[in-house]
């Protein structure tokens, strides 16, 4: 009779537990059945943004090739020489940087790549690929004009990579998308005036790309015929850059009127009716960046008068 009992038991044990364990596998598989699809628009983004970054930073095989050991102690930047130069790569230090010394004692096992950036960064300082020469420096205007240009491009498409990269990383957990923000600090000296405005300007059918360009020129104008002789050298420093500039988004033809507008709310409206991110405030920055939100979507929009 107990045997009985004890087999009853020990079966319906055993039929319990196959249950649960199909339960529980129905769960995982209907889990990452349910895990929500990339949307192509966002990959082809993150591609074209690496795209648009690579020719600032170390050709792509820095990215696999790892530095067993770097000694820093005691040294000076100028000890990166020693793993770009059997590449073929020279390396340029600015005064400044020469001067730096590391808080750290070694590296080991990051790559070429990552130490590089990683050896900049322990001193506070900047860098930039070109030419097959990597530029390193403390600040961006210890760089020729053509360099600062180019450093400024990069720091702000990498800050757009590492962006796109957690926006995916949030649609992989199941988290809505959140609006792009790029957190960009142009670190060039000069500024703008808080509440300098564009009387009237307006266009009629033109390109975006146009529109930038000649509120660009219209920015500059206003500034020049405000301007006192100890900001001058600033005023032609002032860009908007349009990063990805070949993309089809700036090929839009659109009809804006503005009247005694600011800078800042003219791009504004305009970036946000045609789907592109700015940043740039005019009350301390020489410079504006403008980048698709979504390069591979058209998303049409009204014409608007301000």
């Known amino acids: 009779m107990n045997t009985a009992i004890n087999r009853t038991v020990t079966t319906f044990l055993s039929m319990r537990l196959l249950i649960i364990s199909l339960v529980v596998g129905l769960v995982l598989i209907g889990s990452f059945s349910c895990s929500p699809a990339i949307p192509v628009h966002e990959t082809e983004r993150l591609k074209k943004l690496e795209s648009a970054l690579a020719p600032y ?6 990215d696999e090739e790892r530095v067993e050991h770097l000694n820093l102690r005691n040294e000076r930047i100028s000890k990166l020489a020693e793993i770009l130069e059997p ?7 600015s005064e400044q940087a020469l001067q730096q010394s590391f808080p750290i004692n070694g590296l080991s096992g990051f790559t070429i790549q990552r130490t590089v950036d990683k050896c900049v960064r322990e001193i506070g300082g900047c860098w930039l690929y070109d030419d097959k020469t990597v530029f390193v420096a403390m600040d961006p205007s210890e ?4 360099l600062q240009q180019k450093y400024e491009r990069k720091w702000a498409l990498s800050l757009l990579v590492e962006r796109q990269k957690f926006q995916i990383g949030q649609i992989e957990m199941g988290v809505a998308r959140l609006p792009m923000k790029l957190l960009l600090h142009l670190r060039f000296p000069g ?14 059918d033109t390109p975006l790309k146009e529109i930038f360009r000649d509120l660009e020129s219209a920015v500059r104008k206003e500034l020049d015929k405000n301007a006192n002789h100890s900001k001058k050298e600033f005023i032609e420093n002032f860009e908007i850059t349009l990063l990805l ?15 005694n507008s600011s800078i800042e709310s003219i791009i504004s409206t305009i970036c946000e009716e045609n789907q592109l991110h700015y940043k740039g405030h005019s009350a301390t ?7 698709p939100l979504h390069p591979s979507i058209l998303i049409g929009a009204g014409d608007r008068n301000h």
């Open 245 to 259: 500039e070949d993309d089809e988004v700036y090929e839009r033809k659109k009809s804006y009127h503005f009247k």
């Open 57 to 62: 930073v170390l050709p792509a095989k820095f």
């Open 285 to 291: 920055d020489e410079q504006f960046y403008i980048v």
């Open 87 to 93: 590449h073929d790569i020279k390396l340029q230090v």
């Open 143 to 146: 760089f020729d004009q053509a």
């Open 191 to 204: 500024e703008l005036p808080e509440n300098i405005k564009l009387d009237n300007i307006s266009w009629q």
